[in-house]
């Protein structure tokens, strides 16, 4: 504790005693790996010191902050690896591991249970609501809103909205554009149940978020 009392004035006892519990976990968790070097831990009390400065209390900032990030982290992995199914399952189609628009064409009619998949993975990474993708976005730009950051959200907000064209683009091929071969594209048994868990992922934690938002926040709370 020597090291960090020097980061604190006289006038700051309030603050290191609010910051004692990160103090410690961050002691605990430089027992633990031994990896965590003076830079870093110096690097992460300034960090807390700064936002107890501004007026939020550490509870108040860490559990809702992580739970956002940990939410959209979760939700990132789902999305992306529902499109990853998609491009890969069309790729190998067409004998290519880089497919490109017109590969797409036609994909409701060839597979509908691939083109769901794929398409509400786009508009879930667009921020579509009610899907997951805009909910993560929705706590997350909350969380920073709440701590001063309406600059990130705004950039954010439009990366959003200039993605959407890049998508949109893509369900244009899918859904409105006619096929060059028009087989079916056969699904398996193991990569239809895929499609089907992943699709139901992105919807039903979309509009039923609470569940992970309170996994995420146990699992800081134990730490």
């Keep these: 504790m020597g090291f960090l009392s020097n980061l604190w004035t006289n ?22 790996t031994g990896k965590l070097s003076d830079a870093e831990l110096l690097g992460k009390t300034a960090y807390f010191r700064e936002r107890m400065g501004n007026g939020a209390s550490l509870d108040d900032i860490l559990p809702e902050a992580f739970a956002a990030v940990f939410f959209y ?52 990474l667009a921020g579509i609501p009610p899907l997951v993708g ?27 909205v200039i993605s959407l064209f890049y998508y949109l683009t893509v369900i244009k091929h899918a859904y409105l554009l006619k096929a060059e071969n028009e087989r079916p594209l056969v699904l ?18 979309g509009v039923y978020p609470a569940p992970l938002l309170a996994a995420a926040q146990a699992a800081f709370l134990r730490s």
């Design 73 to 124: 982290a979760a939700a990132y992995v789902i999305m992306n690896l529902g499109a990853f199914v998609a491009v890969m399952r069309v790729g190998e189609d067409q004998g290519t591991d880089n497919p490109r628009f017109n590969h797409f064409n036609g994909l409701a009619d060839r597979s509908p249970l691939l083109a769901l998949l794929l398409l509400v993975s786009l508009l879930s």
């Design 11 to 32: 006038d700051n006892d309030r603050l290191l005693k609010e910051a004692e519990p990160v103090v410690s976990r961050i002691n605990s968790l430089e027992a633990e």
């Design 188 to 205: 398996g048994i193991g990569l239809s149940v895929l499609c089907l868990a992943l699709f139901a992922a992105i919807v039903a934690v």
């Design 134 to 160: 805009f909910t993560g976005k929705w706590f997350l730009f909350a969380a920073a809103m709440k701590q001063g950051h309406a600059l990130l959200v705004l950039a954010g907000v439009i990366n959003s």
